[in-house]
């Protein structure tokens, strides 16, 4: 290298800066060691002339002026520190010691930069620069936070922030703080961290810092994000934002234009955050900032990623990992990784998200980041899970979980308990995905972490569904609404809308599900998202099939493959394409419902999707077993069961034992009683593995379906009276335990026809063995239980004639009751009196409700308002359905 381009000319003597840029391209070139660097300087001439003044403008040059990337300033660097430990001087070495660090960390030496950062922290404390010490004490703190060990991280700001309030240096504990409040954040403390940021920002204000104002605004309106309190988040964005552009600071303009499209896009508000971030892409190209033009990119990518674009998600999210390698950040490409990632497994190619993460995982692993690195162990578990590799899924997981809290990360405690619930639940281990979900809501909810709290609980009330745990699944999913509309989270609401539609057709109560699912489809129309208006069009559908509506359902569900495959939604395609099966099988269709059962496996098989591959076949078996064609609808139920078990889909296996037990039963009965023995007995083995199934997953509906098919089949076909009424009382006891745990109202509708099939074999049971007294006894009790009920879908459902307007106030305070009731039930002394007039206020409005509708539907009013009803016009009623 010629004087006239060596660097290190202007500072130093020339023979200085020649000696030393030719022994650090050498040591950059592995021909040189440091020592023997240190030895060639050492027996040069400009060693009589080399001063440690020469010594602290080549270490300032290394700091300021040269490329920390480059492997001849690293050489530099080590060529300075050892002169620096030869001259004895304890600053010099401390100022070289911290100049390598620096180098150091930017070619991932971080250990070895932690050492030297240490060792010039002792020196500085040992020669009593208690202000150096924290400064360094604090640069010690800052790279614990980007190796994600914030619990070290903190301790190192809380000692400097100490060192500079013993100083009284104010304005430096104002940096300290803000410090301390990224740390916290990090760890999802967001309370302790707004805490740390107000602090902080007084500091600011009292020394009139609008820059740092700025900033701090910033960060406070980010916790508040996190905590889901949006219209603070987006006030203290435009906050900082107005003060940004006052003090003339594009940059932090740019930052403030990003927190306010954040606020946007976790609002739903995909399009709006594009804008903001659109406008702060502008200004960071302006101010030719490569870093933060990279993060307005990826940010845009994860708006189009809400919108569903893949395409051009993925283009974005590219672009900002470009960038990102271009300039060396890592943590930014772990960022955009992890976006790609996501846009891969919703286009369901699971294997390139596995790619991908994985090399997010190796380069968080790479920089010791263990935040990064569990974050990354948790995504793989979440695509194992999608591939029904639920053991590896919970493997990697797990690990995640173990990181998180070996370094004190509560929110990725939570979420790792969250996705451990999810692989639970798709295993059907109800319990343990109960108890996981509970671990992640508890944790979420000490921290605040509003969203997160409405994830859990969402997750949670699907548990309590399936285990008839009716009460707690909608206290659940109305406090998620709740959460949804406080945050403004429109996209939420919809899900939760729908989630409450759900429970309302378990319960039987329709009408009220289909008003809670229109509801939902109204807001997903309004945000314009075709791909979820799809699948609540197929939810809804469902909801009028159970009505026996099936021409509207029919319509519905052909309404939404259509706009699935406008979308190319997939997925969507070949679930809608098997509840239309469903809806031709229950209309007695059985051609077009095998022909739409077919469609619908043919596209899962393509998709891997082997749960759907299996419910389609167990849908061509019912269209079998309906036709008598006992052994077709054997096989496809053996391929169904075979299926569910390589997934280890132990609802489905249920599902399909029984349907095998039924089929053989139905078998057996077409031959003489010698011969259907073996069919019968293979009957009887397949239901009782339903209910030992069904009593280790807890799914009540299964196991009372199970007990009631095996009473029938002692009952009816081994003439054993004695255990055909032990498992008729089983299934019983199983029903009214769950309608048990019910919310109960003097105007609910609830369970339907559906559930009366134990009841009526027991009472025939008794009848044929003589016993009436017994037979009345159950029959009352399923007049009392279950008759009432089913008489609701029945002619005595309100005519045509009765205003829709009218039927949407019933179904209104019908949920207003229930609402108020729940609340009740968990108020407080002081609470409760206004809550017992609020009831008394709705029962009241009910009441006017069902007075106007009595001139055309006295009957149902009747029915509804619970009058008297004979027995034997009950039965009279029921012939006449």
Not at 174 to 201: F, K, M, P, V
């Amino acid at each position: 290298m010629t004087m006239q381009t060596n660097p290190l000319s202007n500072d130093l003597p020339q023979p200085t800066a020649h000696l030393f840029w030719q022994l650090a391209e050498q040591m950059a070139a592995g021909e040189f060691t440091t020592d023997a660097a240190i030895q060639r300087i050492k027996i040069s001439p400009v060693s009589q002339t080399f001063t440690l003044n020469q010594l602290e403008a080549l270490d300032k040059v290394v700091r300021e002026k040269l490329d920390y990337n480059s492997r001849i300033t690293m050489a530099l660097g080590f060529i300075n520190y050892a002169l620096a430990q030869l001259s004895g001087e304890a600053t010099l070495i401390a100022n070289c010691g911290i100049t390598l660090a620096e180098v150091q960390q930017q070619h991932k030496q971080n250990k070895a930069a932690i050492t030297n950062l240490e060792t010039a922290r002792d020196l500085l404390r040992q020669i009593n620069h208690p202000l150096e010490e924290s400064t360094v004490t604090s640069n010690l703190g800052n790279l614990y936070l980007k190796l994600g060990q914030v619990s070290q991280a903190i301790e190192q700001y809380q000692t400097a922030l100490s060192l500079v309030r013993e100083l009284k240096e104010e304005e430096r504990a104002g940096w300290r703080l803000s410090n301390l409040g990224r740390a916290y954040s990090s760890l999802g403390e967001h309370q302790t961290a707004i805490s740390h940021y107000e602090q902080a920002l007084a500091v600011a204000r009292q020394f009139d810092d609008q820059t740092r104002t700025s900033q701090i605004l910033f960060d406070l309106g980010y916790e508040h994000l996190e905590l889901g309190n949006y219209e603070q988040a987006l006030s203290l964005s435009q906050e900082g934002l107005n003060l940004a552009r006052a003090v003339g600071n594009q940059k932090l303009e740019a930052l403030c234009l990003s927190g306010i499209g954040n606020v946007y896009l976790r609002q739903g508000e995909a399009q709006q955050a594009i804008t903001q971030y659109q406008q702060a892409l502008g200004l960071t190209r302006i101010n030719g900032d490569p870093s933060f033009e990279g993060v307005c990119l990826g940010n845009i990518g994860y708006c189009f990623f809400s919108l569903r674009d893949y395409a051009t998600a993925k283009n974005y999210l590219e672009q900002g990992l470009k960038i990102a390698r271009q300039v060396g950040e890592r943590g930014n490409q772990v960022r955009w990784l992890i976006g790609l990632g996501q846009v891969a497994r919703n286009l369901y190619k699971h294997n390139l998200a596995l790619d991908i993460f994985e090399q997010g995982l190796h380069i968080a692993r790479e920089i010791g980041n263990r935040q990064q690195e569990s974050r990354f162990l948790g995504l793989l578990g979440t695509v194992y899970q999608e591939l029904q590799d639920y053991k590896q899924g919970v493997t990697f997981t797990q690990e995640g979980l173990t990181i998180a809290q070996e370094i004190g990360d509560r929110t990725g405690i939570a979420t790792h308990f969250g996705h451990l619930g999810t692989l639970y639940y798709e295993q059907n281990y109800y319990t343990e995905a109960r108890e996981a979900y509970e671990q992640a809501l508890t944790i979420s909810r000490e921290l605040g972490e509003i969203q997160n709290v409405s994830i859990w609980s969402a997750n949670l009330n699907l548990v309590y569904r399936i285990l008839g745990e009716y009460e707690q699944a909608i206290i659940l999913a109305e406090e998620s609404l709740s959460i949804a509309r406080h945050r403004g989270d429109h996209r939420a609401q919809a899900y939760q809308l729908a989630s409450l539609g759900l429970l309302e057709h378990d319960l039987g109560n329709y009408r009220l599900g289909i008003n809670y699912f229109q509801s939902a489809l109204a807001v997903i129309r309004q945000l314009g998202d075709r791909w979820m208006e799809g699948m609540w069009l197929n939810n809804i559908s469902y909801v009028y099939r159970a009505l026996g509506d099936y021409q509207k359902a029919i319509s519905l569900q052909k309404e939404a493959l259509a706009i699935a495959e406008e979308v190319g939604n997939n997925t969507n395609q070949w679930h809608i394409l098997s509840g239309l099966g469903g809806s031709y099988f229950a209309q007695k269709e059985y051609e077009k419902a095998a022909i739409s059962y077919q469609q619908s496996h043919n596209l899962a098989k393509e998709g891997n999707d082997l749960r759907s591959m299996a419910i389609d076949l167990g849908g061509l078996g019912n269209v079998h077993y309906s036709q008598q064609q006992y052994q077709q609808a054997i096989d496809y139920y053996d391929q169904a069961l075979e299926s569910a078990q390589a997934i280890n889909d132990r609802q489905n296996q249920c599902g399909w034992l029984i349907n095998l037990g039924q089929c053989y039963r139905a078998l057996g009965r077409t031959y003489s009683i010698e011969q259907s023995a073996p069919y019968l007995k293979q009957s009887k083995e397949y239901f009782e593995k339903a209910i030992a199934l069904g009593e280790k997953i807890g799914y009540i509906d299964l196991l009372r379906i199970a007990q009631a098919n095996l009473g029938h089949l002692y009952a009816k076909d081994f003439n054993d009276a004695q255990q055909g009424q032990i498992y008729y009382e089983r299934a019983i006891k199983l029903l009214e335990q769950t309608r048990g745990i019910l919310i109960e109202e003097n105007h609910r509708i609830g369970f339907f026809g559906r559930t009366l099939d134990a009841y009526e074999g027991l009472m025939e049971l008794y009848l044929t063995e003589n016993n009436p007294l017994a037979a009345w006894i159950t029959t009352e009790r399923c007049r009392s239980r279950t008759l009432v009920e089913q008489l609701a879908q029945t002619p005595l459902s309100p005519p045509a004639v009765v205003a829709n307007s009218l039927l949407n106030e019933e179904a209104y305070w019908l949920s207003e009751l229930r609402r108020l009731s729940l609340a009740l039930r968990h108020a407080s002394e002081e609470e409760a009196p206004a809550l017992v007039d609020q009831v008394e206020t709705a029962q009241k409005t009910l009441d006017n409700v069902l007075e106007r509708m009595a001139p055309q539907a006295s009957d149902y009013v009747d029915l509804r308002r619970g009058l008297p009803i004979k027995f034997q016009d009950l039965k009279t009623s029921l012939r006449a359905v």
